[in-house]
């Protein structure tokens, strides 16, 4: 039966007792019958509302006629407001409002006020309950009354939602807001509405006026940040009817899509003097005859300020119509897109006299349209001010698309200010005048022109001259236009700009007077002092720098003379490519200097060409004189691309530089050039030359030099440079004469050929060149010296350099060289860890490292290479330290390295870990052996790569065990091995009898003769051979037979069992289970953590000397543990069995067997039970504190007559339902009827319990 936990079990008794209390609580949470929730009426910015019935206090009344008073609206009553008064929920219920109330209304989502309310107190405000969520919305849903009907002055109303209303009826107005004077001498006086939302009211009838709102006699009237939409009336006015008030106010208010029947879509205003709008807007209403937007009729002195008609329709005056009153004034206001079949879509004016459009904008199909209205202004005078084209200068108005007035779309204006140069009349009916526009507006931009400095810089706008100077605004024509600011004296500026409608970003030149040195900047196309070719620059002097604008395609002409110092030209910066210089005449390099210290930067001077015979430098010409060198030329980042110097003795198709010093190139291209020496560039009589980052290729020479040639030059320095594929009768990449002390450094001279000698570089009377970390490889000449040629050029240095050619060095006459440093730990050029000498391949006198060997793995080859002199007599040099190739580094370390040396594939290399060594390319193991340690790792290296790889080194260990160790003859032993990590590669047990097991790490061997055996464990660790040995021994003792001792004495089986475990916890247990022996099973309890155990069985005889325990056995055991301690044990069980014919045989009872423990010299008797039986054997278990001899025996119990006495204490026996030997299973034996009868017993006493302890709870 499942174990209820107590909450579960008092379960019902709580849910009953839960019941009872929501039945007591329910009746007085409730109250009375009719109580209701709490309203609560919250918003996101605002505290919230209480109108709680259940927690109000008594509601306080005001006293009765006593004003001004404040009077508060919500949907429901309750005490909410500042003064404790009692709300009223509607409208309606404000049966004494009185002169100087406000009335604050909730606004609620989804609620609505009754409407029908009629003002007839001065002084009354209607607004929004401050902190409401939403504006309130009032209705008159019985479309009889307005929502508001006013009568009396200064109503106000403030924050309200007046929609939904409907009026219908002859005569009716204003079905939101319905204003009027009951007396027509007695105008009302004030009237405002502010931040209120009219949407979808609508009077309908004959002759019914203001959809939304309708004021008439009200002087004074005030409609402020209200919006009008979807209003309609079937007269006039379909937002708002205004009529008969005296200088009513319209600002910052909006009528978007109302409706009229004949007049004012948006709102009629009639005899409505000094009215105003200011920033109201007219969005898409629609009147069917005359002033979609607006109606205005006699309004005298009417006034529209930034005011706006969009979208608006009617059959005339789509934005506005105005009728029969004279000086309106119109200023800033826009007409955008309105409509009118009859014209006058901007707007209409009949019989209208002396009005004043200014600075407005007129864009519709059709503007203006005048009948009988003249005397009109239609522009101030020009005024400096921004206009409402952006323009900078205020005057007259913007006409665009009506094709009868769309002057300021093509007019001129020379002096662009912005103005047209000539004027829009606007005729009336009968062929008169109804106004001219003297200074309409120009439909562009505006762009502040500045300079630095602006007196008497002239501004010309696409090469025209303004005659007017820069610091001024000119308005443009919307597009692209070229600005161009002239000042003599300075460098003239350029811009492009292109300019938009309305305000654009001011222009500015910084003009640069003339003063050395300067920059000068060149440009396809000519802006803001720009020249367009080198040559027009007018004087170019001492410290000047030419900017050249690099663009794809365009092309420089070249011929340029630097006869200045300190001249620089140079790729203007930001430009997308390379400017491309050359002199198509063929006449003159594209550059020719004279002067110390020019600098070319970031050019491309290519497809140059020189056909004279002594012709030098196609690209660039540098020429000093013998007795006076030009000091300093820098070419940085340049290209030279297919330059020829052609001739008899042309020099440097590219370059050439005579008798110049210090000279730099860096980063800079040489490409397809060619001539008679120095294909790409000759350099003579030059001492210090520098050339870093840069490269020759595919060049070629006639002579001597197809990349570069060195001619009487010193101190020659090639850093990082590339000689490629580059072509000559000698020298093929580079070619020295008389050039002493040149430098080599991290070069590389590939694919070079040499039609006789060097075909990489050849070195000819120049002595102590250096040559380090410099790559030849597949470099040919057709005679001697692929690589290189040395010839009487004597003390050459050549270090860590790589030669992989068919022939690498050949030298003649030349002796000294020096190949090789002394051994430095250091990255080399074939990847090794050591610097040393050279990597010498493929040449077959001159391949060492292809075949030499390295016995320590340093990367050294472990003899020398000679190289060769064309006299045999003498040596060019000796490489002691030669490279190794086709590897890479490994740097080795060991967690323990300490007298350990580094094996490598089996193979010592006498070198301890914590050190780099050169492995060929490959899988290699790498083994870290001490004299008790041993560590192992693999890496996988790559040609010319550099890994690390970590070998975790530990002590080894190894352990034997023989179980038994003692036994008789013939004695069946197991072996069991131990070890650590790491595991041993190879291992062997012999058994001392001569015989040897397999690698098995639990071998058996059966000892046939009694004796003392010595059994040996040999471990070895290595991954090729045994590089770390450990030899263990274990002896075992073989008694002779024994001859049983005492009847009943049964040797049982004689087959030997083991079991093993692994981790136990404490406290836990482990079965093991032992085949083959009367002892089957062992339970083990831990006393503490045992990490591992192994138990064996072997059944004996009764040892010599010691009496059988019981008067019949049936077997002796010897239980044995390993790995363990019986002090780590806190118990032991063991399952047993003995088959039924022993019973039979010994007259025996089962309840006479008992195991026997053999301890501190004497038998003990365990605790032992029956714990069943099957068809062949009876099964029992015993409990032990621990391992030994053990024996299964019994004598015979007493028959005798059970005496009355009380039951002494008995020890019983822990019993562990196992798996029983296979075998017939017997029928189910039923428990005897007294164990029955006291388990029932017992569950009736544990549930009469279980009762007793729920009631005590």
Known sequence: MEKIPPIRRNRLFYVVLLAVLVCLVLPVAGGE???????????????????????????????????????????????????????????????????????????????????????????????????????????STNHTAAAFTVIADNATFRNLNISGNHLDGADVRGAGINATSTDFNTHLQRLTITNCTFAGNKVTGTDTDGGALSALYVDALLVEGTTFTNNTANWCGGGAYFSLCHAARLTGTTFTNNTAQYYGGGAYFSSCNAARLTGTTFTNNTAQYYGGGAYFITCYAATLTGTTFTGNSASGGGGAYFQNFNAATLTATTFTNNTAGQGGGGAYFVDCGEATLTNCRFDNPTNIFAENSDATTLNTVRTPGTNIAGGPYLGGNLWLQDPAQNISEWCADADFDGICDGALTINRNAGRVFGTDALPLVHGGTVEINATPADDAFVFVDGANTTRTANDAFYLPVGEHTIFVKKDGYLPGEKRITVTAGANDPLAFDLTEIIHPMDWYVSPVPGDGNFTNISAIPDLDAGDT?????????????????????????????????????????????????????????????????????????????????????????VADCTFVGNEANGTSACGGALSARYVDDILMEGTAFSGNSA?????????????????????????????????????????????????????????????????????????????????????????????????GTAFDRNTAAEYGGGAYFEDSRAARVTDCRFDNPTNIFAHMSFGAVFNDARTPGANIAGGPYLGGNLWLQDPKQNISEWGTDADFDGICDEAQNIANRDPAFLFGTDFLPLM???????????????????????????????????????????????????????????????????????????????????????????????????????????????????????????????????????????????????????????????????????????????????????????LMLPNSGIYEVRVTAGEEIQKILVTIGTTGRPSGVDAPAGSVYEYAEVTIYHTTDNAIEGVVFSFSVPKTWFDEHGLDPADVVLYRYHDGEWVALPTGVTGEDGTAWHFSARSPGFSLFAIGGDPSPVSTPAMTPAAPVETVETFVTS???????????TPFPTMLLVVGGAIVLLLVAVAVWRTR
Not at 583 to 612: C, E, K, Q, Y
Not at 1220 to 1230: D, R, Y
């Open 676 to 772: 008679d020496w120095g294909g790409g560039a000759d350099f003579t009589g030059c001492d210090v030359v520098t050339l870093t980052g840069t490269s020759f290729i595919g060049n070629s020479a006639r002579f001597g030099g197809g990349g570069a040639d060195f001619t009487l030059s010193s101190d020659a320095a090639l850093t990082a440079t590339t000689f490629t594929n580059n072509t000559a009768t000698d020298g093929g990449g580079a070619y020295f004469y008389f050039s002493r002390r040149a430098t080599l450094a991290d070069t590389n001279v590939t694919g070079n050929t040499a039609a006789e000698h060097g075909g990489g570089a050849y070195f000819l009377s120049s002595p102590a060149a250096t040559l380090t």
């Open 885 to 1071: 190739h086709g590897g890479g580094t490994v740097v080795i370390n060991a967690t323990s390295a300490d007298g350990a040396f580094v094996f490598v594939d089996g193979m010592n290399t006498t070198r301890t870990a914590n050190d780099a060594f050169y492995l060929t390319v490959g899988n290699h193991t790498v083994e870290v052996v001490g004299a008790t340690t041993y560590g192992r790792a693999s890496v996988d290296l790559s040609a010319g790569a550099t890994e690390r790889v970590t070998v975790e080194v530990s002590e080894v260990e190894i352990r034997g065990y023989a179980i038994p160790g003692q036994g008789f003859a013939p004695l069946d032993v197991s072996f069991d091995t131990w070890f650590p990590d790491p595991e041993s590669d190879r291992h062997t047990w012999t058994f001392g009898d001569g015989n040897e097991s397999s690698p098995c790490y639990w071998p058996h061997h059966t000892y046939e003769k009694a004796g003392t055996y010595t059994a040996t464990l040999t471990a070895a660790w290595g991954e090729k051979s045994d590089l770390v040995t450990l030899v263990r021994t274990v002896n075992i003792t073989v008694l002779e037979p024994s001859t049983p001792s005492s009847p009943g004495s049964h040797g049982g089986r004689s087959t030997d069992s083991a079991g093993s475990a692994g981790k136990i916890p404490a406290g836990g247990t482990a079965s």
């Open 546 to 634: 030419v900017h050249l604008r690099g663009v794809e395609g365009h092309i420089y002409e070249g011929g340029v003379v630097i006869d200045k110092p300190d001249v620089t030209i140079q790729r203007w910066e930001g430009s997308p490519v390379r400017p491309l210089i050359t002199n198509t005449s063929h006449t003159a390099p594209a550059f020719t200097v004279t002067a110390d210290n020019a600098t070319f930067r970031g050019l491309n001077i290519s497809g140059n060409r020189l056909n004279d015979d002594n012709s030098r430098g196609a690209g660039i010409n540098v020429t000093g004189d013998s007795g006076n060198h030009l000091k300093r030329l820098t």
């Open 1220 to 1230: 029983l030997p296979a075998g017939p299973t017997p029928a189910g034996t039923q």
């Open 33 to 139: 019958d009719d109580a209701g929730p709490p309203l609560n009426l919250t918003n996101a910015t605002a505290p919230a509302l209480d109108l709680s019935l259940a927690a109000a206090p008594a509601l306080m009344a005001a006293p009765a006629g006593t004003h001004p008073r404040d009077w508060y609206v919500s949907p429901v009553p309750g005490d909410g407001n500042p003064h404790s008064y009692a709300n009223i929920t509607g409208l309606l219920n404000l049966t004494d409002l009185g002169e100087g109330d406000t009335v604050h209304i909730w606004g609620a989502a989804g609620h609505t006020y009754e409407g029908g309310i009629v003002i007839d107190k001065p002084d009354v405000t209607i607004q929004r309950w401050e902190g409401s969520p939403v504006r309130p919305l009032i209705t």
